[in-house]
């Protein structure tokens, strides 16, 4: 009985510590950075509070009686929230003199606001976001950055807030510099190589299509122009490149031109792949496709369902698929080529 109470007694008196040890850590800590050859992900190392109310500022979030409110995170993955989301991020350092960067890559992201507690105890707000000039932001960049400053104990707070109808699922780096420029490099490049075939590919079917007055070559040429814009846009390039200064044609550019791509798409295959021969239900899926890219290019214009854009891509996608395959197994070779592409 002795030997029982005691190993019972050790049991309770460690789970206490463990408790205390994680809480404290989960609440109290500061993420530490020192090696500026890594680049640290820190989704699961802030806290969060969701403002389903909309209305609160910088002043109510940083009151000593609201910092109770924040939780740990499990994961930046809101998906397509209204409410706004604020985070609260700890960073610790050993190596002072070296420049840290906090990185959110997700461009599409509309609003996103930075408040850095600075080394005096005054905040400095560094705006950011899809909707926002690139003359604004601190950091001329696709995504949205802000230079972390440290305290003398070497420590630093800053609180983002991030709005708008897109989805909200990204992830929260915090790289070196060097090693921040490191990865925008190889981003260009990657990028670079995508938006040169598109332009390859587009002048190539515009002299196709000027040379034989072929209508497909046209409806080709219009998907790529459509892809291409929905990528520029969706990545930040055309954002940073081509209207730094007028963000809001990120919107008509990127989500509004997702149903003008499917519109372009369902013609395209109807007309290249000869579906109406093939499959009768399958003509008349893509022809409906038209119709409802429509209805969801209005649902988006007007914000009463922001993923109506996303959600048409995906359903239109497999139906291109399918088309393609049950093209290809009842005799159409050409559907080979379709279905690779």
Not at 188 to 215: A, C, R
Not at 278 to 303: D, F, H, Q
Request: aromatic residues 14%.
């Amino acid at each position: 009985m002795r030997y029982s109470f005691n190993l019972h007694t050790v049991t309770v008196v460690a789970t206490v510590f463990l408790v205390f040890c994680f809480q404290s850590s989960a609440c109290q800590g500061h993420y530490l950075v020192e090696d500026s050859s890594k680049i640290y992900r820190l989704d699961d190392h802030v806290d969060v509070f969701l403002d389903s109310t909309k209305g609160l500022n910088i002043d109510d979030v940083i009151s000593p009686g609201f910092q109770q409110r924040f939780k740990r995170s499990n994961g930046l993955t809101f998906g397509y929230t209204n409410a706004s989301i604020w985070l609260r991020a700890r960073i610790q350092t050993n190596s002072p003199g070296t420049q840290w960067y906090l990185e959110i890559p997700a461009p599409y992201l509309e609003y996103v606001d930075f408040y850095q507690v600075k080394s005096d105890g005054s905040m400095e707000h560094v705006p950011g976001g899809y909707y926002r000039k690139q003359s604004v932001k601190k950091i001329t960049h696709t995504g949205h950055v802000l230079p972390l400053m440290f305290n003398d104990d070497s420590e630093s707070v800053v609180f983002i807030k991030i709005d708008g109808q897109s989805p909200k699922t990204f992830p929260l780096f915090v790289p070196e510099k060097e090693k921040f420029h490191q990865k925008i490099r190889k981003e260009d490049i990657g990028y670079g190589i995508f938006y040169g075939i598109l332009i390859v590919m587009f002048f190539y079917n515009l002299l196709l299509y000027l040379s034989l007055k072929e209508v497909n070559y046209l409806l080709y040429i219009l998907t790529i122009v459509c892809t291409f814009l929905i990528f520029s846009s969706a990545s930040g390039y055309s954002g940073k490149f081509l209207w730094p200064e007028h963000p809001n044609l990120n919107f008509y550019a990127g989500r509004m031109s997702m149903g003008v791509l499917t519109i372009f798409l369902a013609i395209f295959t109807t007309r290249f792949l000869d579906v109406r021969r093939y499959s009768r239900i399958i003509y008349y899926l893509l022809v409906s496709l038209v119709p409802l890219a429509l209805v969801a290019t209005i649902l988006v214009a007007t914000n009463l369902v922001p993923s109506a854009g996303n959600n048409l891509i995906s359903l239109a996608t497999i139906l291109f698929m399918t088309t393609g395959v049950v093209c290809r197994l009842k005799g159409n070779k050409t559907a080979t080529y379709f279905i690779a592409a």
